[in-house]
């Protein structure tokens, strides 16, 4: 039997009096509201979630029960006719929203000119023009150059392979709650165990990790200038500059919980590489393309990484990947040591151009900004009343708020889980991150309108409250 609560319109508490269509969606037009029509996952959702535990490996796993139909601005409809927002955008991905016209035009006019020839077979302008485009719009005026791959674990990789190559050294250094992926080496150069790592060693070698700087964390007052040194001391003593390629650092983490370093820990961090000529890598694969309310994270303290590596909001949602850097650096990999079948795919390029010129167009970095004050406001404002909420933190579009006992830092992922599993139940996706499992984050689509995001943030405070 249907749950009153969620029948039909208007359903659900805090619909917004006024609904857009999605003017961003390429077809008919994806109303701008929450609105669900049965219970979560609906009776369409439970019979393709009994063919995916017959077809699909228990050792994939999706955060909602429901299965998606369609997509557009900041909604996502499922196969019963749900409508959700989406706090997610598969994970930092579909920075222009999902199917933006601009994406969807040159990726239907790709398909139907070639889908696939393999760079390293035979270039196309459409893999040059992303290389230009990454040249141009990453941090710093130095001559530059891209290679492209297919998704983010795989730029980090080949970000690490370069380093090596062009310093003759081996040792990486990463970060506490460092999280770079999931192949062999990313899995060494992530932090946390379960569920990435667990089970699946040996992993590669010569990765060593340094204390990262975490506000709420270190101890009181502690600046990004003394958590720098406290890092720096351990690399010099434990794997020694003469033996290091790079340090691979996230400007703001991800996985590992939104954490925003003190100001001056990334600037003191590179001007270490830079006096040492150690590479710095910025993984800005999460942070990348506008999501922080800068083009790149590293933007918003003037940091210069020699080399950056990105995916995600790259490219609307087609898997692609990129590592930019010092030309110098770049070229001094012999011929043929950087590619793959797909890298660089030409539908993915098509994609990739059309998500810029969106990014540009509708001004997404502006977006992002406002998009982080609503936020920020709202959060900062629940902070006051609800004891549990420890610290609300990050920049732009990628904001979380840490759960923890009150009155103590201790995190509590059991609290965590019940206030995600409330929004789940509302119509809202929202994702939980961070190495204890205790951190909310949220990471709405920059074409999500404000309407829209306001219901979002209204349901995430009455299920704080416990009021769903
Ligand atoms: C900072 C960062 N680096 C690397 C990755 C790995 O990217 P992918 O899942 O595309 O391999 C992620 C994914 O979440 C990420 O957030």
Redesign the pocket.
Known sequence: MLDPMLDTTPSVPHSPQVSHPDTTAVGPAIEQRRKLVTELPGPRSLELAARRSAAVAAGVTSVMPIFAARAGGGIVVDVDGNSLIDFGSG?AVTTVGNSAPDVVARVQQQVEEFTHTCFTVTGYEGYVAVCEELNRLTPGDHEKRSALFN????A?ENAVKIARRATGRDAVVVFDHA????TNL?MAMTAKNMPYKDGFGPFAGEVYRAPMSYPFRDPEGMTGAEAAARAIAVIESQVGVQNLACVVI?PIQ??GGFVVPAPGFLSALADWCTRNVVVLIA?E??TGFARTGDLFACDFEGVVPDLI?T??GIAGGLPL?GVTGRAELMDSVHGGGLGGTYAGNPVACAAALGAIATIESQNLVAAAGRIGEQILAVLTDLATKHPQIGDVRGRGGMVAIEIVTPGTRTPDPVETARISAACHRAGLITLTCGTFGNVLRLLPPLVIDDDLLADGLAVLSDAIAGRQ
């Open positions: 994970i998704s983010g674990a795989e980090v999280y770079h992926g999931r990313t996230e991800g996985e993984d694969i999460q590596t995916a995600k990947s």
